[in-house]
């Protein structure tokens, strides 16, 4: 069974930090891993898919690699500001079965950028 | 502002009511999705639709229906939900199912009495 962590819970930073945020999963069979932001009270916003061929994607000042043997990702956040200030979420579809769709999701890592 | 729309944003219902929630897409997208999720934690996977016909339901109590009239909508239709039911009902869609990047509404915020 897929498992999708990420460490830490939260983060706090003052602005104009890099940062790099981590996420790891067990079953390294995956399609893709997906990227979301999540602010409160709102749906998630897709920022990164990398297929499974892919070793990093890049939108603005955020990018994501890729490393299935070792099962990890990592979302760079280059230059941080206040308004990246939001819950970031890893999702992997499930593997063994059940259909590509079901994504599994990380737990999510709360971001705070202090001005 | 996101592509895949939701309403009501909020709804507050009785245990006796029945009630709808609608998610609405025109990006042509063939797959659509129900999520639930409670405060803190990941969206839960509830159905999914895959060219209008549910493809999965991840043993989701009855009380919970789901409908996708064609292939722009999809409707959550309640009836007789407890307490617990009480959380944000995602919607998203992807292009097709499978490999394909989800998009998500902004949900609607459910509070049972």
């Known amino acids: 069974k897929q498992e999708v962590t990420q460490i830490p819970a939260a983060l706090s930073v003052p602005e104009g930090e890099n940062l790099v945020l981590n996420c790891s999963f067990t079953?390294?069979?995956?399609?893709?891993l997906q990227w979301f932001r999540q602010d409160p009270g709102k749906g998630l916003t897709s920022l990164l898919l990398?297929?499974?061929?892919?070793r990093e994607q890049t939108s603005g000042r955020l990018n994501a690699s890729l490393d299935k043997s070792s099962g990890r990702s990592t979302l760079y956040i280059a230059a941080s500001q206040p308004g990246d200030s939001a819950t970031y979420l890893c999702a992997v579809p499930q593997t063994g079965g059940g259909g590509s769709e079901k994504l599994v999701f990380g737990k999510g890592m709360k971001l705070t950028v202090n001005p | 502002d996101t592509e895949v729309t939701q309403t009501p944003k909020h709804l507050v219902m009785g245990m006796t009511n029945k009630k709808s929630l609608k998610c609405e897409q025109h990006?042509?997208?063939?797959?659509m999705y129900w999520y639930k999720q409670k405060a803190k934690k990941p969206p839960e996977l509830m159905f999914v639709y895959s060219y209008e016909k549910l493809s999965i339901n991840e043993s989701v109590p009855s009380r919970f229906s789901p409908e996708c009239p064609n292939s722009s909508l999809l409707n959550l239709h309640l009836h007789a939900l407890q307490p617990e039911d009480s959380a944000l009902y995602l919607c998203a869609s992807s292009l097709r199912d499978g490999n394909q990047p989800q998009h998500f509404g902004d949900g609607t915020r459910l509070s049972i009495l």
């Open positions: 079953d390294s069979a995956i399609y893709n």
């Open positions: 990006m042509g997208h063939r797959a």
């Open positions: 990398i297929q499974s061929s892919q």
